[in-house]
């Protein structure tokens, strides 16, 4: 099936004998490349036998599209195969490919643990320990323990200091942010910080008027200060601030107008290799 036309929507059906964060990751970034087709995800986690299988491939034969798949099971990924070969549907095995190369180059086969990337090590804890701080630091609270961050984010409001912040987090780096408002000053400890790096995030004003358009629609937004909050001309003034600011403090800006979250990330973990 060739899905071209405008606002087209198709089935994406994600088998996996882990949680499926893998496939449901790569699922997600190859239908991004498809600005008119839209992906209706299907995820069968923990799908480890036969009986399991089938009940999926029940469910696929109501609404047939993509397979994609991870298993670590030889005989299981072979059974996809069949069926998906039986019911003429397209289907790709991203950990085969992979398994492949590494058994080229390594010279010995894959264990084949089910789940294996999910092992409780230190950077498992690491990253839960990241997470729980960064929660605990998020829109300035508890501005006195900065200097205990990695990295701390700085930014008028609707910068994507939060998910940025979450996204790092998930990485293992502990993550704190803190929000710029002209007029209020910035709290001393970030000022004083010796061990984080600091980096500044911005956005262009009409970017940020158009996410706060939104916002306002939230119940908790106070009325009294709509107008200013996304007005441009008073936008410009916060953005003016946000960069005197980190131009005086010799903190890096990133621009936010144009990137993901990842890519923002990216950008931060490259300025933190040479800030150590």
Request: with cysteine.
């Amino acid at each position: 099936m060739v899905v071209n036309n405008p606002q087209s929507f198709f089935h994406l059906h994600l088998i996996s004998d882990a949680t499926g964060e893998t496939l449901l990751a790569a699922g997600r970034a190859v239908s991004a490349q498809y600005k008119n087709a839209r992906a209706i995800e299907h995820i069968y986690p923990l799908v480890r036998n036969e009986k399991q299988l089938e009940k999926v491939f029940e469910e696929i034969e109501q609404e047939p599209g993509i397979i994609l798949y991870t298993t670590v099971d030889q005989e299981l990924a072979k059974s996809i195969d069949e069926h998906c070969l039986k019911m003429g549907l397209p289907t790709v095995s991203l950990l085969e490919p992979v398994l492949t190369v590494f058994q080229s180059y390594l010279g010995t086969p894959a264990g084949r643990h089910v789940g294996a990337q999910h092992v409780l090590d230190t950077h498992y804890f690491k990253r839960i320990d990241a997470l729980n701080f960064t929660m605990e630091h998020d829109d300035g609270q508890l501005a006195e323990e900065v200097d205990d961050a990695d990295i701390v984010l700085v930014g008028i409001s609707r910068t994507s200091k939060t998910p940025t912040s979450i996204y790092l987090a998930n990485r293992g780096v502990k993550t704190a942010n803190i929000p710029l408002v002209p007029g209020v000053p910035i709290p001393q400890s970030v000022l004083d910080a010796k061990r984080p790096l600091i980096v500044g995030l911005i956005a262009s004003a009409e970017r940020i008027s158009q996410i706060r358009q939104n916002r306002i629609l939230a119940p908790d937004m106070n009325s009294r200060h709509l107008e200013s909050y996304v007005d441009r001309s008073a936008i410009v003034e916060e953005l003016a601030y946000a960069r005197q600011l980190c131009t005086r403090q010799g903190w890096p800006i990133i621009d936010v107008s144009r990137r993901s979250i990842e890519e923002t990330a990216a950008a931060i973990l490259a300025l933190r290799s040479r800030h150590r």
